[in-house]
T-cell receptor, first 116, second 116 residues
Framework: GNSVTQMEGPVTLSEEAFLTINCTYTATGYPSLFWYVQYPGEGLQLLLK?????DKGSNKGFEATYRKETTSFHLEKGSVQVSDSAVYFCALSDLVAGTSYGKLTFGQGTILTVHP | EAQVTQNPRYLITVTGKKLTVTCSQNMNHEYMSWYRQDPGLGLRQIYY???????DKGDVPEGYKVSRKEKRNFPLILESPSPNQTSLYFC???????????????FGNGTRLTVT
C-alpha cells in the first residue's frame, strides 16, 4: 500500500534560519503530493501541492519539488518566522480504483518551533 | 464564510456511553471524511463519503459508524466508546473531483475526545 515517511521531529530553529523537512513516499500509481500545515488549535490547511513529477509547489515562501526518481517531496523555506511554528504534514493522494476520487495518505507530522 | 464545523470541540465520556460528533460543511462539497490524529501516527482515515447515502470504510473503521443523509452533514457515531478511541478527530470535505488532487481537503478545527 501507499505510505509517507517524514523526518522525525521536533525541529527547533531560530528566526531567519533555513528550513528543510524531509518527506519520502511509496506509491503504486502516480500520486499527487501535498504539504498541509496545522497551527495550534486548528485543523489542517493546504500549504502547497504538486501533481506530477518535477512540479514545484510554492506558497508563503515555502517550496517543495516532486522528485519521482528519489520518491521525495522535501519542504524548504529560506528564512523562517516565529509565525511558521506549527505541525507540518506531508501527504499523497492516489485515485481509488474505479473512481475519480483520491485517497489521502498522511505522514506522521513534524513539529516546527521557531524562536525569536 | 466557507467552513467545516465540528461539534463539540472537547468531549469527555465514559466507556460504553454512545456519542455523536457532528460535522457540517457549507461549501456544497460532495466528498466528506473523518480522520483521527494520534501522536506519531499522523492522520488516519476512519470513514469517507463520496455523496449522499454513499459511505465507505477508511483505514481504521472499527468501533465507528457514519451516515450521510444530507449533503452538508456527516456525523461520526461511537456506539460503545472505549479508551483506545481517545484521540483528536477531524472532519474534512472536498469538491471531490480527484479529491486531494485537483480539490484540496478543507478541515474542521477538531474534536478532542477522551474516553475514561
Amino acid at each position: 500500500g501507499n505510505s509517507v515517511t517524514q523526518m522525525e521531529g521536533p525541529v527547533t530553529l531560530s528566526e531567519e534560519a533555513f528550513l528543510t523537512i524531509n518527506c519520502t513516499y511509496t506509491a503504486t500509481g502516480y500520486p499527487s503530493l501535498f504539504w498541509y500545515v496545522q497551527y495550534p488549535g486548528e485543523g489542517l490547511q493546504l500549504l502547497l501541492k504538486a501533481t506530477k513529477a518535477d512540479d514545484k509547489g510554492s506558497n508563503k515562501g515555502f517550496e517543495a519539488t516532486y522528485r519521482k526518481e528519489t520518491t521525495s517531496f522535501h519542504l524548504e523555506k529560506g528564512s523562517v518566522q516565529v509565525s511558521d511554528s506549527a505541525v507540518y504534514f506531508c501527504a499523497l493522494s492516489d485515485l481509488v480504483a474505479g473512481t475519480s476520487y483520491g485517497k489521502l495518505t498522511f505522514g506522521q507530522g513534524t513539529i516546527l518551533t521557531v524562536h525569536p | 464564510e466557507a467552513q467545516v464545523t465540528q461539534n463539540p470541540r472537547y468531549l469527555i465520556t465514559v466507556t460504553g456511553k454512545k456519542l455523536t460528533v457532528t460535522c457540517s460543511q457549507n461549501m456544497n462539497h460532495e466528498y466528506m471524511s473523518w480522520y483521527r490524529q494520534d501522536p506519531g501516527l499522523g492522520l488516519r482515515q476512519i470513514y469517507y463519503s463520496m455523496n449522499v447515502e454513499v459511505t465507505d470504510k477508511g483505514d481504521v473503521p472499527e468501533g465507528y459508524k457514519v451516515s450521510r443523509k444530507e449533503k452538508r452533514n456527516f456525523p461520526l457515531i461511537l456506539e460503545s466508546p472505549s479508551p483506545n478511541q481517545t484521540s483528536l478527530y477531524f472532519c474534512a470535505s472536498s469538491l471531490g473531483d480527484g479529491v486531494g488532487g485537483r480539490s484540496p481537503l478543507h478541515f474542521g478545527n477538531g474534536t478532542r475526545l477522551t474516553v475514561t
